[in-house]
């Protein structure tokens, strides 16, 4: 079936550990995107890349890293200088380019212990 | 600036009662789509529906409808004879050239 999987569903991190949180997408879709929930909150850009070898900074990328060395995979890192990485991470593919209509993974739970 | 709000943090009311969830949205720009996501217990968003800033026809869709007022810029969202399995987070959205925006989330709670 097509669509996005993210893994692992949940993990738990120690405070100076860096963790890198999957995403892959069978869709054949150009762009794709990751985002941070916290409760109570909408969904916050951390990074999006419109094409392979290519992506931009969202509103709060600092302490994350990405890349984009293949048009199915957009992996999120969470360095140690992230400063409250505990959230849930929801990765998105979009379809056809500025439709906005986003097809998302199940999520990432990230608890730094 | 590209805005989205949702007043109503949560919404709590009894199966078959009528509900609707308010959105209000901000932007200079004369070209957008609107959107409405579902996210179920379960996490993942689940796309609704899509609106573009020329169309303000409202949209039913079995139990669900959709008013695009662009003089109040409002997107509401109601759902009629609410069922439990209607219990989630709904999230309204704008997407303009520049970015893609967010509100909040309203938190629909469909009790028995």
């Known amino acids: 079936d097509g669509g996005i999987t993210q893994s692992p569903k949940y993990l738990f991190r120690k405070e100076g550990q860096n963790v890198t949180l999957s995403c892959e997408q069978n869709?054949?879709?150009?762009?794709m995107y990751w985002y941070r929930q916290d409760p109570g909150q909408g969904l916050r850009l951390i990074y999006y890349?419109?094409?392979?070898?290519?992506?931009q900074k969202g509103d709060i990328a600092e302490g994350y890293s990405v890349s984009r060395e293949k048009k199915e995979s957009f992996p999120l890192t969470v360095t140690s200088a992230q400063k409250n990485p505990t959230a849930f991470y929801l990765c998105?593919?979009?379809?056809?380019?500025?439709?906005?209509?986003?097809?998302f993974g199940e999520g990432s739970r990230l608890t730094v212990l | 600036a590209q805005k989205v709000t949702q007043a109503q943090t949560e919404i709590s009311v009894v199966e078959k009662e009528d509900v609707t969830l308010d959105c209000v949205y901000e932007t200079r720009d004369t070209t957008y789509y609107l959107f409405w996501y579902k996210q179920p217990p379960s996490g993942e968003l689940v796309f609704l529906i899509r609106?573009?800033?020329?169309?303000?026809q409202n949209e039913i869709s079995g139990r669900y409808s959709w008013n695009f007022q662009k003089s109040t810029s409002s997107f509401n969202f109601t759902i009629t004879a609410s069922q439990v399995v209607d219990s989630a987070v709904y999230f309204c959205a704008l997407r303009t050239l520049q970015k893609l925006v967010f509100g909040q989330g309203t938190r629909l709670t469909i009790n028995p």
């Open positions: 998105a593919s979009e379809g056809r380019a500025w439709t906005g209509e986003l097809f």
């Open positions: 890349s419109q094409i392979v070898n290519d992506f």
């Open positions: 869709l054949n879709h150009d762009a």
């Open positions: 609106r573009n800033s020329f169309d303000e």
